[in-house]
């Protein structure tokens, strides 16, 4: 269950439907106070980490064509067909170091491999008059 606190409005925020109990009938938003804490924001993260569903593709596509329309969606309350927006954001940036760091690790490699040799050379062409 959620720490989140239930809503005295009994209208759905993402299809303006009536909720009847904790969650809606016609979409299966759960009729929540909209805020956050900082740790139901890292747990998310970890299960998105663990498993996609339409909603990363949607909220890309949206975010790209129509960012205007997002903002306005996921401050209206209609969240249910979006990934979080913070959560995105830390996802992507996490998958964006990962491949940014594994591609110098591959380039550090060739460049000692090369620094290595050229030393040898060196040396050797000292050695013999």
């Known amino acids: 269950m959620s720490a989140h606190h239930l809503r005295h409005d009994k ?3 993402n299809c303006g439907a009536t909720v009847e109990e904790r969650f809606c009938s016609r979409c299966g938003q759960e009729n929540l106070e909209p805020k956050e804490s900082v740790g139901h924001l890292i ?3 970890f299960e998105d980490l663990t498993h996609f569903d339409g909603k990363f593709f949607v909220t890309v596509k949206d975010l790209i064509i129509r960012p205007g329309f997002l903002t306005r969606e996921y401050v209206a309350g209609r969240r249910m067909s979006y990934l979080n927006p913070i959560r995105m ?7 964006f170091f990962v ?10 490699a060739g460049r000692q491999e090369d620094t290595g040799h050229s030393v040898n050379v060196y040396r050797g062409s000292r050695r013999q008059p």
């Open 11 to 13: 209208s759905c925020l």
């Open 43 to 45: 747990r998310h993260f």
């Open 99 to 108: 491949v940014l760091f594994a591609g110098k690790e591959e380039k550090a």
């Open 89 to 95: 954001y830390i996802f992507i940036s996490a998958v």
